[in-house]
């Protein structure tokens, strides 16, 4: 194996997605993934046997996505002849419970017999627990049958040698935020270099004076981190990072229906949005994700943070595609005679500096 191919390989992230029959799986990703809107996933049908999808991210990250079909037969096979196969190297287990399901008690079977063959091939993966449907439950009971939920999934997963912060558990719906937020806190576990971001958009943010920095994978929409600062941490809209999320895709599909190309296709330059009391724009940062910049409504710091951003796209971009960094500025490096990373920001001004 080639370093090339070894390198690829480590970064590569596999992600089981899983649950019973019409607990809405392919429903949620093909929301996030495939640019659907709520309304449409009626046309789905049931998935047959695995689905697979393949999303890079920020980082050089490929998300190997295994969207496996929950029919019992399918299941069965998952679990006897193809037990090595599909639970061996599983960074995450994304397992999908249907809150108004009239068989939980089968549900909740399925699902141990589901980590023990994870405990068997990968004792260390994360799983996450998405509780969905969360709709149809009456708003007065909503946080007891949650609350009920996760107790008998704990319980569960401790008894198969789960425990802790290795179990996150998310009430989700298709007709909310909820799901981008679930989504949201999986990409972030899987970015392996998530710290780093922040750091740096952090020193962005003070360079800018932005209130909020958030940082969204262009595709899916979906929130990498962010970075707050100042009394913008007091906003009461803790959603607020879902909200957008939503209304990019929103945005996005209403560009598909006026140019004629398919929504996952769809890219635009930069978004404004001015009033009184706030200034917001989104663009590009780098190939494979867009930044969304909060400032006070200067619209001459506006126009000199636009500026900036642009000016910081180079150093992000080492973040973008590591092997590039690895690679070329290497090259660049013994081409010039200095260090590498030395000059690797010449076209950003001093007062750009991120690292």
Not at 86 to 91: L, Q
Not at 121 to 144: C, T, W, Y
Not at 287 to 307: I, K, Q, S, Y
Request: some cysteine.
């Amino acid at each position: 194996m080639s370093t090339t191919e070894r390198s690829k390989r480590q970064k590569q992230r596999k992600v089981l997605l899983m649950g019973r029959s019409g607990a809405g799986k392919s429903s949620m990703r093909s929301i996030i993934f495939s640019n659907y809107v709520a309304k449409d996933v009626r046309r789905l049908g049931a998935t047959v046997d695995v689905e697979h999808s393949n999303i890079r991210f920020m980082g050089n990250l490929m998300l190997n996505l295994w969207d496996c079909g929950g029919q019992d037969s399918f299941v069965e096979s998952y679990l006897s002849n193809q037990r090595s196969h599909v639970f061996s190297s599983v960074a995450v287990l994304i397992f999908v419970f249907d809150i108004s399901s009239k068989v939980a008690a089968s549900d909740m079977v399925s699902f141990a017999d589901t980590i023990r063959a994870l405990h068997e091939f990968s004792p260390n993966s994360k799983i996450f627990v998405l509780i969905h449907k969360m709709d149809l439950v009456p708003g007065e009971q909503k946080a007891r049958a949650l609350q009920q939920k996760a107790h008998d999934v704990r319980t569960t997963c401790e008894d198969e040698g789960f425990l802790g912060q290795q179990v996150e558990f998310w009430a989700t719906s298709i007709w909310d935020q909820s799901l981008y937020k679930a989504w949201t806190q999986v990409i972030y576990f899987l970015v392996p270099n998530a710290t780093v971001i922040e750091n740096m958009l952090e020193k962005l943010a003070e360079l800018l004076d932005a209130r909020e920095l958030i940082l969204y994978e262009r595709t899916t929409c979906l929130v990498v981190t962010h970075v707050t600062r100042g009394s913008e941490g007091r906003n009461p809209y803790t959603d607020r990072f879902e909200r957008i999320s939503s209304i990019l895709k929103t945005h996005k599909h209403s560009m598909a229906k006026h140019t004629g190309t398919m929504a996952s296709e769809v890219s635009f330059a930069e978004m404004q949005i001015k009033t009184g009391e706030f200034m917001f724009f989104i663009t590009r940062l780098t190939e494979n994700t867009n930044l969304a910049v909060v400032m006070p409504g200067d619209e001459a710091a506006f126009n000199a943070a636009r500026v900036n951003v642009q000016l910081a796209r180079q150093e992000f971009a080492h973040l973008d595609i590591m092997e590039k960094k690895g690679k070329e500025v290497q090259r660049q490096a013994d081409t010039r005679g200095s260090a590498p990373g030395e000059d690797d920001v010449d076209t950003i001004s001093s007062q750009a500096r991120l690292s």
